[in-house]
């Protein structure tokens, strides 16, 4: 089983600020087959990133996903008031597809 | 509009059984693979199920394996997760989530339902 582990666990943040979020995965996730959601309370998980980098449809552009093998980044380069939230990573690239325990982005 | 609506949920004792259904509108049902992701309270999400478009495949996390059954109906735009067996660590709300690509095997969900609550309790 790939163990997702991300950092850091809480990001406090102002809005305007850059938010980088990181995922490492126990071992090499193939053909970058990672994906990256948002949750807010009380909401069902939304796609934001596929295939490491791909933003899904509707996702606006300051979401941006990198990497490969084991390490993996999400970056919201300017956040907005929306944006704070719980972000997850999977791995859909091996059964069980797993997912990172989170990263909480809250307002410093 | 893409949809998909869970339900099925409730207080169950341990041991016992339910059946949640999703009931998908605005999309091709029998062109998409499907899964079911969990999160218990105040918790992450946890994988638990996926099914091919025709159901021909499925996959399980190694946690429900041999208790849950995922299947659908392609007739009804209809997926469902039998859950016997149900023990406490099984409560969480479940989601039902379309796969972006039709393929069973790279679960990434682009659409999900709003969830149904099983609480499973004595």
């Known amino acids: 089983e790939i163990v997702l582990t991300q950092s850091p666990g809480t990001l406090s943040l102002s809005p305007g600020e850059r938010a980088t979020l990181s995922c490492r995965a126990s071992?090499?996730?193939?053909?970058?087959?990672l994906a990256w959601y948002q949750q807010k309370p009380g909401q069902a998980p939304r796609l934001l990133i596929y295939g490491a980098s791909n933003r899904a449809t509707g996702i606006p552009d300051r979401f941006s996903g990198s990497g490969s093998g084991t390490d993996f980044t999400l970056t919201i380069s300017r956040l907005e008031p929306e944006d704070f939230a719980v972000y997850y990573c999977?791995?859909?690239?091996?059964?069980?597809?797993?997912f990172g325990p989170g990263t909480k982005v809250d307002i410093k | 509009e893409v949809q998909l609506l869970e339900s099925g949920g409730g207080l169950v004792q341990p041991g016992g059984s339910l059946r949640l259904s999703c009931a998908a509108s605005?999309?091709?049902?029998?062109?998409?693979?499907l899964s079911w992701v969990r999160q218990a309270p105040g918790k992450g999400l946890e994988w638990v199920s996926s099914?091919?478009?025709?159901?021909?495949?499925?996959y399980y996390a190694d946690s429900v394996k041999g208790r849950f059954t995922i299947s659908r109906d392609n007739s009804k735009n209809t997926l469902y997760l039998q859950m016997n067996s149900l023990r406490a660590e099984d409560t969480a709300v479940y989601y039902c989530?379309?796969?972006?690509?039709?393929?069973?095997?790279?679960?990434?969900?682009?659409?999900w339902g709003k969830g149904t609550t099983v609480t499973v309790s004595s």
């Open positions: 099914i091919s478009d025709r159901g021909g495949a499925t």
């Open positions: 999977q791995q859909y690239g091996s059964s069980p597809f797993t």
């Open positions: 605005g999309f091709t049902f029998s062109s998409y693979a």
């Open positions: 071992q090499s996730v193939s053909s970058s087959y």
């Open positions: 989530a379309k796969h972006l690509l039709n393929i069973v095997a790279r679960p990434v969900m682009d659409v």
